[in-house]
Protein backbone atom coordinates (compact mmCIF):
# COMPACT_ATOMS: atom_id res chain seq x y z
CA UNK A 1 0.00 0.00 0.00
CA UNK A 2 0.79 3.89 -0.04
CA UNK A 3 3.49 5.14 2.34
CA UNK A 4 3.22 8.36 3.69
CA UNK A 5 5.50 9.65 6.48
CA UNK A 6 5.69 12.67 8.08
CA UNK A 7 8.88 14.52 10.24
CA UNK A 8 9.35 15.22 12.58
CA UNK A 9 6.78 13.03 14.89
CA UNK A 10 7.72 15.05 17.83
CA UNK A 11 8.49 18.71 18.19
CA UNK A 12 8.84 21.27 20.84
CA UNK A 13 9.51 25.04 20.38
CA UNK A 14 9.48 28.38 22.42
CA UNK A 15 6.49 30.26 21.36
CA UNK A 16 7.59 32.69 18.78
CA UNK A 17 9.70 30.83 17.03
CA UNK A 18 8.61 28.96 13.54
CA UNK A 19 8.67 25.24 13.09
CA UNK A 20 8.56 23.21 9.39
CA UNK A 21 6.92 20.19 8.94
CA UNK A 22 7.59 17.67 6.27
CA UNK A 23 5.22 15.49 4.70
CA UNK A 24 6.23 12.80 2.03
CA UNK A 25 4.69 10.06 0.06
CA UNK A 26 7.62 7.61 -0.32
CA UNK A 27 6.29 5.21 -2.86
CA UNK A 28 3.88 7.21 -5.01
CA UNK A 29 3.28 10.94 -6.73
CA UNK A 30 1.06 12.65 -4.65
CA UNK A 31 -1.07 15.25 -7.04
CA UNK A 32 -2.43 16.55 -4.02
CA UNK A 33 -1.90 16.97 0.14
CA UNK A 34 -3.99 17.70 2.73
CA UNK A 35 -2.98 19.02 6.32
CA UNK A 36 -5.56 18.55 9.03
CA UNK A 37 -5.17 19.48 12.70
CA UNK A 38 -6.16 17.32 15.68
CA UNK A 39 -7.07 18.31 18.67
CA UNK A 40 -7.13 15.81 21.70
CA UNK A 41 -10.36 13.30 21.91
CA UNK A 42 -11.35 15.17 18.46
CA UNK A 43 -12.49 14.72 14.80
CA UNK A 44 -9.75 15.93 12.46
CA UNK A 45 -9.92 19.29 10.69
CA UNK A 46 -9.34 20.38 7.35
CA UNK A 47 -6.87 23.00 7.21
CA UNK A 48 -5.58 23.36 3.74
CA UNK A 49 -5.58 21.51 0.90
CA UNK A 50 -2.34 21.43 -1.94
CA UNK A 51 -1.92 20.89 -5.43
CA UNK A 52 1.76 20.44 -6.00
CA UNK A 53 3.14 23.48 -7.90
CA UNK A 54 0.43 25.79 -6.93
CA UNK A 55 -1.02 27.67 -3.89
CA UNK A 56 -2.76 25.91 -1.28
CA UNK A 57 -6.48 26.19 -0.46
CA UNK A 58 -7.31 27.30 2.77
CA UNK A 59 -10.15 26.43 4.66
CA UNK A 60 -12.37 29.14 6.30
CA UNK A 61 -11.08 30.69 9.24
CA UNK A 62 -7.38 29.33 8.75
CA UNK A 63 -4.97 31.88 8.83
CA UNK A 64 -2.65 31.75 5.65
CA UNK A 65 0.21 33.49 6.90
CA UNK A 66 0.28 31.89 9.89
CA UNK A 67 0.16 27.99 8.52
CA UNK A 68 2.32 28.17 5.44
CA UNK A 69 2.28 25.37 2.85
CA UNK A 70 4.62 24.47 -0.06
CA UNK A 71 3.61 21.97 -2.27
CA UNK A 72 6.89 21.70 -4.29
CA UNK A 73 6.80 18.59 -6.05
CA UNK A 74 4.79 15.38 -6.62
CA UNK A 75 6.23 13.76 -3.61
CA UNK A 76 6.95 16.41 -0.66
CA UNK A 77 4.87 18.73 1.09
CA UNK A 78 5.50 21.35 4.30
CA UNK A 79 3.82 23.38 6.76
CA UNK A 80 5.27 25.76 8.25
CA UNK A 81 3.61 27.51 11.70
CA UNK A 82 4.78 30.63 12.23
CA UNK A 83 5.73 32.34 15.36
CA UNK A 84 3.98 29.69 16.85
CA UNK A 85 1.85 30.23 20.24
CA UNK A 86 1.38 27.71 22.87
CA UNK A 87 -2.66 27.41 21.33
CA UNK A 88 -0.77 26.41 18.05
CA UNK A 89 0.27 23.49 20.22
CA UNK A 90 -1.97 20.34 18.62
CA UNK A 91 -1.17 16.88 16.41
CA UNK A 92 -1.02 17.68 12.78
CA UNK A 93 -1.79 14.97 10.23
CA UNK A 94 -1.26 15.16 6.41
CA UNK A 95 -2.27 12.96 4.03
CA UNK A 96 -1.98 12.90 0.49
CA UNK A 97 -3.93 11.56 -3.19
CA UNK A 98 -2.78 9.99 -6.38
CA UNK A 99 -5.32 11.23 -8.66
CA UNK A 100 -6.14 14.84 -8.22
CA UNK A 101 -7.34 14.26 -4.54
CA UNK A 102 -10.26 12.32 -5.72
CA UNK A 103 -8.28 8.64 -4.90
CA UNK A 104 -8.10 7.67 -1.80
CA UNK A 105 -6.35 9.35 0.89
CA UNK A 106 -3.04 8.05 2.55
CA UNK A 107 -2.35 9.82 5.89
CA UNK A 108 0.52 10.31 7.61
CA UNK A 109 1.47 9.27 10.90
CA UNK A 110 0.85 12.56 12.45
CA UNK A 111 2.99 15.45 14.39
CA UNK A 112 2.40 16.61 17.58
CA UNK A 113 3.64 19.77 17.77
CA UNK A 114 4.31 22.02 21.60
CA UNK A 115 4.51 24.79 22.04
CA UNK A 116 6.12 26.62 25.13
CA UNK B 1 -22.62 21.02 2.40
CA UNK B 2 -22.22 17.52 3.28
CA UNK B 3 -22.55 16.34 6.98
CA UNK B 4 -21.41 13.49 8.72
CA UNK B 5 -23.18 12.41 11.89
CA UNK B 6 -21.62 9.80 14.64
CA UNK B 7 -24.11 9.42 17.13
CA UNK B 8 -22.07 6.83 19.19
CA UNK B 9 -19.36 8.97 20.68
CA UNK B 10 -18.33 6.04 22.75
CA UNK B 11 -18.73 1.71 22.75
CA UNK B 12 -17.68 -1.32 23.99
CA UNK B 13 -18.07 -4.83 22.92
CA UNK B 14 -16.83 -8.29 24.18
CA UNK B 15 -13.43 -9.91 22.99
CA UNK B 16 -15.07 -12.14 20.10
CA UNK B 17 -18.26 -10.49 19.67
CA UNK B 18 -19.88 -8.14 16.97
CA UNK B 19 -20.51 -4.86 16.76
CA UNK B 20 -22.32 -2.40 14.51
CA UNK B 21 -20.83 1.60 14.74
CA UNK B 22 -23.74 4.04 12.61
CA UNK B 23 -22.94 6.67 10.78
CA UNK B 24 -25.45 9.03 8.63
CA UNK B 25 -25.05 11.54 6.05
CA UNK B 26 -26.23 14.48 4.44
CA UNK B 27 -25.67 15.48 1.03
CA UNK B 28 -27.76 16.05 -2.36
CA UNK B 29 -24.92 14.57 -4.54
CA UNK B 30 -25.48 11.11 -6.34
CA UNK B 31 -22.37 10.23 -6.60
CA UNK B 32 -20.08 9.95 -3.51
CA UNK B 33 -17.37 8.07 -1.55
CA UNK B 34 -17.99 6.55 2.02
CA UNK B 35 -15.14 5.29 4.18
CA UNK B 36 -14.26 4.27 7.74
CA UNK B 37 -11.03 5.26 9.15
CA UNK B 38 -9.59 3.29 12.36
CA UNK B 39 -7.33 5.11 14.88
CA UNK B 40 -5.49 3.50 16.98
CA UNK B 41 -3.41 4.67 20.33
CA UNK B 42 -0.51 5.13 18.19
CA UNK B 43 -2.99 8.34 16.03
CA UNK B 44 -1.81 6.56 12.58
CA UNK B 45 -5.15 6.60 10.35
CA UNK B 46 -5.94 3.55 8.55
CA UNK B 47 -8.42 2.61 5.76
CA UNK B 48 -10.76 0.22 7.42
CA UNK B 49 -13.28 0.02 4.01
CA UNK B 50 -14.18 2.11 1.50
CA UNK B 51 -17.82 2.33 -0.67
CA UNK B 52 -18.44 3.93 -3.51
CA UNK B 53 -22.17 5.33 -3.64
CA UNK B 54 -23.23 3.72 -7.23
CA UNK B 55 -22.82 0.36 -6.25
CA UNK B 56 -25.53 -1.32 -4.49
CA UNK B 57 -23.46 -4.17 -3.27
CA UNK B 58 -22.42 -3.41 0.69
CA UNK B 59 -18.35 -3.58 0.90
CA UNK B 60 -16.59 -6.10 3.01
CA UNK B 61 -13.30 -6.38 3.77
CA UNK B 62 -12.54 -9.69 6.01
CA UNK B 63 -14.45 -8.96 9.48
CA UNK B 64 -15.54 -5.94 8.44
CA UNK B 65 -18.29 -5.51 6.46
CA UNK B 66 -21.10 -2.33 5.84
CA UNK B 67 -24.97 -1.91 5.52
CA UNK B 68 -25.02 0.92 3.24
CA UNK B 69 -28.55 2.50 3.05
CA UNK B 70 -28.41 5.08 -0.02
CA UNK B 71 -32.00 6.42 0.56
CA UNK B 72 -31.53 6.76 3.80
CA UNK B 73 -27.83 7.97 3.75
CA UNK B 74 -26.64 5.40 6.31
CA UNK B 75 -23.86 3.71 6.47
CA UNK B 76 -23.01 1.70 9.03
CA UNK B 77 -19.70 -0.81 9.69
CA UNK B 78 -20.05 -4.02 11.66
CA UNK B 79 -17.21 -5.56 12.64
CA UNK B 80 -16.90 -9.58 13.23
CA UNK B 81 -15.66 -11.46 15.87
CA UNK B 82 -13.65 -8.38 17.50
CA UNK B 83 -10.33 -8.57 18.41
CA UNK B 84 -8.42 -6.65 21.47
CA UNK B 85 -6.21 -4.85 18.24
CA UNK B 86 -9.73 -3.40 16.98
CA UNK B 87 -9.76 -0.99 19.94
CA UNK B 88 -9.25 2.62 18.71
CA UNK B 89 -11.79 5.94 17.67
CA UNK B 90 -13.78 5.12 14.38
CA UNK B 91 -14.31 8.24 11.54
CA UNK B 92 -16.89 7.80 9.00
CA UNK B 93 -16.27 10.29 6.40
CA UNK B 94 -17.66 11.70 3.01
CA UNK B 95 -16.14 12.12 -0.49
CA UNK B 96 -18.19 14.11 -2.70
CA UNK B 97 -17.39 12.60 -6.57
CA UNK B 98 -16.19 16.50 -7.52
CA UNK B 99 -14.35 17.24 -4.04
CA UNK B 100 -11.19 16.50 -2.54
CA UNK B 101 -12.25 16.94 0.96
CA UNK B 102 -12.87 14.20 3.22
CA UNK B 103 -15.80 15.11 5.84
CA UNK B 104 -14.84 13.17 8.77
CA UNK B 105 -17.91 12.25 11.46
CA UNK B 106 -16.97 13.25 15.37
CA UNK B 107 -15.94 9.37 15.86
CA UNK B 108 -16.87 7.01 17.35
CA UNK B 109 -14.40 5.19 20.41
CA UNK B 110 -14.42 1.46 20.59
CA UNK B 111 -13.24 -0.69 23.24
CA UNK B 112 -12.96 -4.30 22.83
CA UNK B 113 -12.86 -5.83 26.01
CA UNK B 114 -10.98 -9.18 26.45
Known amino acids: GAVVSQHPSRVICKSGTSVKIECRSL??????MFWYRQFPKQSLMLMAT?????????EQGVEKDKFLINHASLTLSTLTVTSAHPEDSSFYIC????????????FGPGTRLTVT | AQTVTQSQPEMSVQEAETVTLSCTYD???????LFWYKQPPSRQMILVIR??????QNATENRFSVNFQKAAKSFSLKISDSQLGDTAMYFC???????????FGKGTKLSVIP
Open chain 2, 93 to 103: AFNGAGSYQLT
Open chain 1, 50 to 58: SNEGSKATY
Open chain 1, 27 to 32: DFQATT
Open chain 2, 27 to 33: TSENNYY
Open chain 2, 51 to 56: QEAYKQ
Open chain 1, 95 to 106: SASGRSGQDEQY
